[in-house]
């Protein structure tokens, strides 16, 4: 199997496999634990505290472990809509029409609970307008109470396009709101410097830069205000109650420290054969692209496109039986029969979006996996088509 889904998951990176390893068979104390071994427990979360504040150019202690990005992107938007709430401060909601659905669901319970929210349109390449935002937070909500939190995404998980955060933030604050932004598929990725960038909340999972499934991060800048998701004990300075995981925590930290180090070059080395891909599947007739023009402009591993009038799914299971992992869109819209609500809100028709498929590279990615998948996909095409014609002259 050729795997080419990293945007759904990466596989856990053999350095980051080994410390949680050890970590698993020689720490075994309670973090919160006063003795000698929740005392060694302890060194080794606050150590991974510090590596991951490292990514994302953050004090240590605005790092909280969750269990993942859905965790992380609910505890921010429930936890600073009530307590801003509670405050009496702004507490309406602007987001994009493109978000996860960890951020658009959380947003739709919120409307429930009677928090106004707002959703931002994107353009053809899926990118949030400074302006629009500009202008929403300008006009206010009508009748209703005023923004208090913006919470739009660093870079998509299905066209890769990264969102000008750092102008979204400032307009945020020029308004009197609180920043948030979902870099799950950002956070390793693309370098950050959320304090620079304006962000007051960030989320960001583990086992999307190599490190384990089920550890997340929320960080949260120093003043901002934020009820728990999860009440009990007193983990995570009261922010996150539950016993720490802490062979997974080790691993995000080893697995953060790697990202840091390698990022550059995997960029670049990225870019590179994503181009080759994209050339590659360029030369078969029919084919389309989605997301930004210029490749700068979306994460390098990510390419998102179709070959026009074959339908994704029956191409998908051929790519499937010929060895090639890979998917529609989100992992956690799989199965769906609906049109990605990121390509419709990106005015992508229907038809096209039915026929789009999403291929992320990483760091096991070579040049012949690109070459083998391009070759796989031109040979599924012709025979679909082939069988296509043959239907069609009875």
Known sequence: MIYLDYAATTPVDPRVLAVMEKELADVYGNASSLYAPGRTARSHVEAARRQVAALLGASPSDIFFTSGGSESDNAALKGMAFARREKGMPCGIVTSAIEHPAVLRTCKWLEKQGFPVTYLPVDRAGRVSPDDLEAVLSAGFT????????????????VGTIEPVRELAAIAHDHGAVFHTDAVQAAGHLP????????????????KLYGPKGIGVLYLRRGVIMDPLIHGGQQERGLRAGTENVPAIVGLGCAAEIAQE???AEQERLRQLRELLWNGIAAI??????????????LPG???????EIRRDTLLIRLDLAGFAVSAGS????????????????????????????????????????????????????????????????
Do not use: W, Y
């Not at 005023?146 to 919470?151: F, Q, R, Y």
């Open 143 to 158: 009748a209703r109470r005023e923004a208090g939190i913006v919470s739009i995404m660093m870079a998509n998980n299905e």
């Open 192 to 207: 950050i410097d959320a304090p620079a960038l304006g962000i007051d909340a960030l989320s960001l999972s583990g086992h």
């Open 262 to 264: 390698e990022m550059a």
């Open 285 to 298: 007739p029919g084919s389309f692209r989605n997301g930004p023009v210029d490749a700068a402009a979306s």
């Open 302 to 308: 990510t390419l998102n496109f179709g070959i026009e």
């Open 331 to 394: 992992a956690c819209s799989a199965g769906s029969l609906e049109p990605s609500h990121v390509l419709k809100n990106m005015g992508i028709s229907d038809t096209r979006a039915q026929s789009s498929m999403r291929v992320t590279l990483g760091r096991q990615t070579t040049e012949g996996e690109i070459h083998a998948f391009v070759e796989a996909l031109r040979r599924a095409t012709e025979d679909i088509r082939g069988r296509h014609r043959s239907c069609g002259k009875g």
